[in-house]
Every structure is written in structure tokens, then in C-alpha cells.
């Protein structure tokens, strides 16, 4: 813990984040692909386009595809527009995240996006997702829906990763806060990561608990990216001082969102959330010491699903609850 001091003060003199008001207007520049990013699977189902500042991730019968980060990050501003695949999606994951667990393979750090597929006529999810120091033993997911069809255009998909907080957006509405407590030990996220964006069959788990399949015969399944920010703490893993390598105009750094932004995470929550580790009854019988319980919600997900939000017994098997990190996925 005790490199992390000067690193934060580093870090939050050098973040160019202009503002943190209603409209997300941080002016923050956005780079080409090649600037930011490198190929990491698929071969030719990886397509930059002729401006170099789009990217299309396409799954097929052969592969899925995906980039990584040319830099490895401690803290800032990370965010892409994407479009997803349309009609039947059923078994597609598209990932967005942050990941080291090539570099800490026993204790890595993650910080997930994960949109989920489905069949047709029901909407994509998305699920956001966190670990620290190895700690996949503990799912920390959330789940949602969506307020629009993320198929018919692009959004703004953006992480803000500091020593204190994590905060996930969609376009300028505040889906998740998660607040680092003392209660929670290393399990959040402290070491530098690379930016990841995958497209992969999750057959197993992604859509129903498995029980709908990709199918390749809508083959390919083509997720489009753009408008790629990039917006913080380069650091070398391999130099102690974790000394940013590439700095921008100082500028103030927030540690937290506005009470509006607040309102509106909480009345988005409060509409479109579908799951939530803290409030999963089957996985823990006591909350993990992080959760704060809200009892409108607390309630809102008991009328969805009595067994794993109330307690009642389930009559036919259990509930499949997707938790492994992105490295176990690749691994298997």
C-alpha cells in the first residue's frame, strides 16, 4: 500500500479531466486505433477501417477477435463507443474491460463491461463486474437493462478508475458506483492494467444460464468500435515508482460524482437493474461487508425473482450466476 501515495498525487495532477458536470463534456482527446491499441486474436476478423479511427470485432464458426492496450494503466479515464450485433445475439459476449492477469496470473486486478446476447426479440444485458488481488471467489456483478437498443447505434461505454472509486457510465448516466472500504481488503483493484475489447461464444452461460446457444448460421456477428479514450496513468510494471510515462495538462480529477449524477444513477438503478451480488440471498447469506442495501430495491428485486432476492425455496434446480474473470475465460 505504501507506493500507492505519491502514485495518487501523480496521477491526479496529470488526468485531464475538464468537468464532471450533467453533459460529460470532458474534452478529452480520441485517438486513432493504432495510437491506442494492437491487435490480440482473430486474425482477419479484426478489421480496422480505412480512416483508423473505427474498429469492427466480428465472431464466427473460426474465432472471436479482440485488441488490448499498447500502454498499462494505473487510474484514469478509459471509454469507447460501441455497436452491437443485431437480431439473434443469443450466446455473444462483447467485453470491454481492464485486466492484468497476464502480468499477476495468482492475484490479478479486473475491471469489467460485458454485454450479453439474446435471442430474438429480447434485448441485450449488460453486466459490469470487479476483482482485486484474485478475488474472483467473490462475484461482485451487476446486471442491467437497457433504455435503448444498443444495436441500432452507437454509445459511450467509459470506465473512471482512481485510488478510491470506480465508476461505470453509459453515454452521461452513472450505471455503478463502487467506493474502495477498508472492509474490503485488497479485493479492489490496485495494480496497473491493460484496456481490453473482445467479441467470444459464451454458449455456456451468457443467455439463460446456457440454454440458448450462438448460431452461426446469422454468422458474422460484428461489433463495431470508435471514438476510443485513452486517459490515463502509463506507467512501466516493471519500474517500482510506477512513475506516469505520459502526462497531459493538469487538470482536477473527480473522486466522486454530483448529487445530480447520484439522482440519476439511483432512478436508473432503480428501474433497469435486474441483478445485484449484494442482494443475492442464495450466494450470501450475509452480504459481502462492501454492500450498502437499499430496501426500495431490495424489494423492487424480490417481486423479480423471490428465490435468489427473498429467500423462498426454488422447486427446480439453482440458478446459474456467470462470476469466472476474463482470464479464466480465456484460459478455458
Known sequence: MGWFQPIVVLVLSVLAIASCNEE?????????????????FGGDNLIVLRDGKAVHLSLDERSGSGFMSHDIYLHGFFSASV????????????????????????????IDFEFLGNIRGKDWRIQTNMYGNGSTSVGREERYNLWFDP????????????EKHIIFYVDDVVLREIERTEAMG???????????????DGSNWATNGGKYRVNYKYAPYVARFSDFVLHGCAV???????????????????????????????????KHMSYSYCYDLVRYKVPPPECVIDPQVADKLKRLDAVTFGGAKRRHGRRQHHHRSHSEDASA
Open 151 to 162: 444495436s441500432e447505434d452507437f454509445h459511450q461505454y467509459s470506465i473512471l478508475w482512481t
Open 186 to 200: 485488497g479485493d479492489f483493484p490496485s495494480k496497473p492494467m491493460s484496456l481490453y475489447a473482445t467479441i467470444w
Open 24 to 40: 460529460n463534456d470532458r474534452n478529452l482527446p480520441i485517438i486513432s486505433f493504432e495510437e491506442g491499441y494492437s491487435h490480440l
Open 236 to 270: 512501466d510494471p516493471m519500474d517500482s515508482s510506477l512513475r506516469c510515462e505520459k502526462t497531459t495538462a493538469p487538470e482536477s480529477f473527480p473522486e466522486t460524482i454530483t448529487p445530480k449524477q447520484r439522482q440519476a444513477m439511483q432512478n436508473f438503478r432503480m
Open 83 to 110: 455497436k452491437l450485433p443485431a437480431d439473434y445475439t443469443a450466446g455473444i459476449v462483447v467485453a470491454f474491460y481492464m485486466s492484468n492477469g497476464d502480468t499477476y496470473k495468482e492475484n490479478h486486478d479486473e
